[in-house]
């Protein structure tokens, strides 16, 4: 990329390390920054900056928020006696957007993966399990229908039926190796009303 000047050159190789971006796509985005307007693109940079300097775990459900208590485990109105598992933020937004959910969250933050040589210990399970010792009637096991999303859904159903309390997976209309994110607000809400007493 000689031809272009140090600086765009060090643009493009910065878009190049997102997910999905290609040096094609990364020189297409470059492109478009360098025509926006020197307001535009001060203020994508610092919504950039400020998203990452803010963010944190929620103390309770440990999604990425940027207060001590995200705004679902801060509303009262929610029912806290129900926990819906799920492996990231960006699940929990899907299951969000379906507006059928009115329980809470616990954010994996990963699946338990042997082939990957990812163990319990690598994913928010122990948070998990502190959690049970409070007033829960259902946890809802939400993970992908990816062979590492069914062995933490497993895993995590051994452990907490021991503790006694009821747990549930999320219907089979998830398509197997569906990811979440992707699948829309109708099929999820069929998922969750369709979920199955494990
Ligand atoms: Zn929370």
Redesign the pocket.
Known sequence: MEFYSNNISRLIENLSVLPGVGTKTAQRLAFHILSMSDEQVEKFASAIVNAKKGIHF??????L?DSD??P???NKERDHKTIMVVENTRDLAAYEKTGEYNG??HVLHGTISPMLGRGPDDIKLKELIQRLHGDIQELIIATNSSVEGEATAMYISKLVKQAGIKVTRIASGVPVGGDLEYIDEVTLSYALKGRIEL
């Open positions: 929620c103390n309770e459900c440990l999604t928020t208590i995200c679902i485990c801060a809470v969250y």
